[in-house]
């Protein structure tokens, strides 16, 4: 069965404080990866796809990357308006996508 | 270009009634997915359907859930006989296919009383 980790639950940077989210994967027959944002109340708003080894993309401050196991949520002196959810998620050859439980981030000035 | 649609916003039902939620996806999209989330959890798939068919429900409870995407019309998902526990936010996703990325709708939150 396919599955999706993402790491930390929680993180919280100070305004200008760099950092990366991890997300490890097992989907059989990789299709897609997808990065979501989440905001309190609303629905997964989407940023990224990535469909094979050694992509990047990038968006603003957030660069997404993805290995064979692994896409990384890169985020460049963040502000605190970036404070959300992160949501990862893959589809592969199940079709269904299927997300990991996500990462709380906060950023604090 | 209206994003993904789902209605009503907030539901409130008794134990024991029905509850119908809607989506309507993006123009030109024939693939939707429903997801349950419980608050500070991620989301947890229900289904996939294209029109007229559902491709995977591994996710949907045996009993008491049903969903369908018919030729004219919204999906809908629906769930008989409420209980407590079905209380959630329901989020559907649609995209123009498989395996491309999945817009989400807003979201209907249930709530069982």
């Known amino acids: 069965e396919d599955q999706v980790t993402q790491s930390p639950e929680a993180l919280r940077l100070q305004e200008g404080e760099s950092s990366s989210l991890n997300c490890s994967y097992t989907?059989?027959?990789?299709?897609?990866l997808f990065w979501y944002r989440q905001d309190p109340g609303k629905g997964p708003e989407f940023l990224f796809t990535?469909?094979?080894a050694g992509e990047e993309k990038e968006k603003e401050r957030l660069k997404a990357t993805l290995t064979k196991k692994e896409s990384f949520l890169h985020i460049t002196a963040p502000k605190p308006e970036d404070s959300a959810t992160y949501l990862c998620?893959?589809?592969?050859?199940?079709?269904?996508?299927?997300f990991g439980t996500g990462t709380r981030l906060q950023v604090t000035l | 270009n209206a994003g993904v649609m789902q209605n009503p916003r907030h539901l409130v039902r008794r134990r024991g009634q029905e509850a119908r939620l809607r989506c309507s996806p993006m123009k030109g999209h024939s693939h939707v997915y429903w997801y349950r989330q419980l608050p500070e959890e991620g989301l947890k798939f229900m289904v996939y359907l294209q029109k007229e068919n559902i491709i995977d429900e591994s996710g949907m409870p045996k009993e008491r859930f049903s969903a369908e995407f018919p030729k004219e019309g919204p999906s809908i998902l629906r769930i008989q006989q409420v209980v407590r526990g079905d209380s959630a936010a329901y989020f559907c996703?649609?995209?123009?296919?498989?395996?491309?990325?999945?817009?989400f709708g807003q979201g209907t939150r249930l709530t069982v009383v």
């Open positions: 998620g893959g589809t592969g050859t199940a079709s269904k996508l299927t």
């Open positions: 989907v059989s027959g990789l299709r897609g």
């Open positions: 996703a649609s995209s123009p296919f498989g395996t491309t990325e999945a817009f």
């Open positions: 990535l469909y094979s």
